[in-house]
């Protein structure tokens, strides 16, 4: 996970918990609009997990590959 993934999961718990406090509080307007920011970060860090994910699993099966075909070559 990238430097902006790690932080948008931060600030998304965050922005999550601060929304729960102010559900509790009875600040509705302001729960609303810290819930839908969190929601926001947290996509982006999962977005970003998962393209990480990806990335990896890519480099896994590029260098299987050159093993494979590099047994194949000897």
Do not use: N
């Amino acid at each position: 996970m990238s430097g902006i993934g790690r932080w948008s999961l931060g600030s998304g718990v965050v922005l999550l918990v601060v929304a729960v406090l102010c559900a509790v509080l009875k600040l509705i307007p302001v729960a609303v609009i810290t819930g839908c920011l969190s929601v926001i970060a947290l996509s982006m860090a999962g977005y970003d997990a998962i393209y990480a994910w990806l990335e990896r699993a890519d480099l896994r099966r590029r260098a299987a590959r050159a093993r494979r075909d590099d047994r194949q070559g000897h």
